[in-house]
């Protein structure tokens, strides 16, 4: 993997950051905006789910990913500490790859 | 106060690990894997980032879709504006810490004194863990073959942990069903991170103006 990556994004990040707190200051951003900046997690995590969740590369698949996920998300409505979402998610995985 | 920022930081430091570990298996090095955490310091934007490349997409788009993701911490950059106070350099070391977490620490605390000292404990306390996460997430994945533990699913359930406190909000869930559906519909034909990108439409749901809360007329006795 290049550095490039690390670089562009550190710098991007830390500007975004800078400009909401130092340069836009106490002024404040039309309304609209900041409800459309502050659902970008949900729309995009969301999208990444199902990336990670259903696909490689461009194919959609559905293999041992799609078990862990289905428990991760399980464990998450039940309110499970977040280690256990994640050790669970990767558990099931690694154990239905193995039958 | 301090409770509530030791709970938050175990838990960073767990998202750190999940990191560290699909980070080194998505491509990066255990040097880059910690450099993300270090200077990108914004979760999300580094999973994102990662996973992207991890499943072979362009830099572009593996850039485009994190930066998207790093922007709502200029929301939050104007949000502590208003509440944190010294000198240049200090503001300029607070710029870094402006996440999620902090912010959010901050704004719940009553006064402007403690808004200052919850987002500068928050802050420097999630930054120890999260790297450290991080470091010993990179060198766990280095050391153990990730097919074989599920570690690939470290993403996605890092993913889902991530965004399920958001979807108690109406809106959210309706931006995240259609940040799903996009994904879906093109990824057969668009290349690799590119539907991430557009998955980001989702967030139109914003533009239309949120529903007031009924008023509730109170009918006393005449």
């Known amino acids: 993997m290049s550095w490039t990556l690390v670089i562009v994004l550190a710098v991007g990040a830390y500007a975004f950051k800078v400009t909401g707190l130092l340069i836009l200051g106490g002024r404040t951003m039309p309304s609209v905006m900041e409800r459309c900046l502050v659902l970008i997690p949900a729309a995009v995590v969301s999208a990444l789910i199902v990336k990670d969740t259903f696909s490689t590369g461009q194919e959609l698949v559905l293999d041992a990913r799609a078990a862990g996920i289905a428990l991760a998300v399980v464990a998450a409505w039940r309110k499970a500490p977040l280690i256990v979402v994640i050790v669970l998610g990767a558990t099931v995985t690694a154990v239905i790859r193995q039958i | ?222």
């Open chain 2, 1 to 222: 106060m301090v409770v509530a920022c030791l709970t938050l930081s175990g838990a960073v430091g767990v998202f750190g690990f999940s990191f560290g570990v699909g980070s080194v298996v998505a491509g990066a090095s255990v040097w880059q894997t910690c450099a993300l955490s270090l200077f990108v310091f914004t979760g999300a934007s580094q999973f994102s980032a990662m996973s992207v490349i991890g499943a072979g997409g362009s830099l572009g788009s593996a850039l485009g879709g994190a930066l998207l993701l790093a922007a709502r911490n200029g929301v939050y950059g104007l949000t502590m504006s208003r509440r944190l106070d010294g000198s240049l350099g200090r503001r300029l070391l607070a710029a870094q810490l402006t996440i999620d977490e902090t912010t959010a620490m901050a704004v719940a605390q009553p006064s402007r004194r403690e808004q200052q000292i919850a987002f500068w404990l928050t802050g420097l306390a999630l930054y120890a863990f999260w790297n450290l996460g991080t470091l010993v997430g990179a060198l766990t994945g280095r050391a153990i073959d990730p097919q074989t533990f599920g570690l690939d699913a470290a993403f996605p359930a890092g993913f889902v942990a991530m965004v399920w406190p958001l979807l108690s909000d109406r809106r959210a869930r309706l931006a995240a069903a259609i940040g799903a559906a996009v994904f879906l519909a093109t990824v057969s034909f668009l290349p690799v991170g590119v539907p991430i990108l557009l998955s980001v439409v989702g967030v139109l749901v914003g533009v239309q103006r949120p529903v007031p809360p009924p008023v509730v007329v109170e009918v006393s006795p005449p």
